[in-house]
T-cell receptor, first 113, second 112 residues
Framework: AQSVSQHNHHVILSEAASLELGCNYSYGGTVNLFWYVQYPGQHLQLLLKYFSGDPLVKGIKGFEAEFIKSKFSFNLRKPSVQWSDTAEYFCAVTSSGTYKYIFGTGTRLKVLA | DTAVSQTPKYLVTQMGNDKSIKCEQNLGHDTMYWYKQDSKKFLKIMFSYNNKELIINETVPNRFSPKSPDKAHLNLHINSLELGDSAVYFC???????????FGPGTRLTVT
């Protein structure tokens, strides 16, 4: 069965620290990959997505993610976090030919000012 | 203009009651979804409709019944509410099944 793993459940960083959140998926076919962010009390918003092409994708607010097919990974990075990045981050996967989104369990990021 | 809207935003009700949550999207998308987010923030798909047709029905109790009167609306009706139904329910829409999803603001359901 398809699954998405986010290994870091809670991450606490100081402002200006670098961020990397892990995401691994389990699926053998062609996948589309997403990172969403949920700010406190708000709905999910798309940070970035990967369908094909350059495996390094850039999203909003300085976030980027790298798709490494051999590792089934799609890790999220940001070189320097801000207090306003405090949120829950979700990795998600869909596969071609299905309408089913599978979300990871989320990583709660807290950035200390 | 709100792209995906849900009503109500908050819903507090007693066990055994029946309630509905409404969702509307003005993006012209073909596909709509219902998700349940529990207290640990785990987000689980419940249903998906494509052009008013049910295409995903996860292992959800049959007390939950989605209805799509047209492509822009997907409502969720819940019968005989239980304590475990307490959660935040998110509606979402997508231009195609594998593309980006646009989420509504969520409905926080509390069953007492």
């Amino acid at each position: 069965a398809q699954s998405v793993s986010q290994h870091n459940h809670h991450v606490i960083l100081s402002e200006a620290a670098s961020l990397e959140l892990g995401c691994n998926y389990s699926y053998g076919g062609t996948v589309n990959l997403f990172w969403y962010v949920q700010y406190p009390g708000q709905h999910l918003q798309l940070l970035l997505k990967y369908f094909s092409g350059d495996p390094l994708v850039k999203g909003i607010k300085g976030f980027e993610a790298e798709f490494i097919k051999s590792k089934f990974s799609f890790n999220l990075r940001k070189p320097s976090v801000q207090w306003s990045d405090t949120a829950e981050y979700f990795c998600a996967v869909t596969s071609s030919g299905t309408y089913k989104y599978i979300f990871g369990t989320g990583t709660r990021l807290k950035v200390l000012a | 203009d709100t792209a995906v809207s849900q009503t109500p935003k908050y819903l507090v009700t007693q066990m055994g009651n029946d309630k509905s949550i409404k969702c509307e999207q003005n993006l012209g998308h073909d596909t709509m979804y219902w998700y349940k987010q529990d207290s640990k923030k785990f987000l689980k798909i419940m249903f998906s409709y494509n052009n008013k047709e049910l295409i995903i029905n996860e292992t959800v109790p049959n007390r939950f019944s989605p209805k799509s009167p047209d492509k822009a609306h997907l409502n969720l009706h819940i019968n005989s509410l239980e304590l475990g139904d307490s959660a935040v329910y998110f509606c979402a829409s997508s231009p195609a099944g594998v593309d980006e999803q646009y989420f509504g603001p969520g409905t926080r359901l509390t069953v007492t």
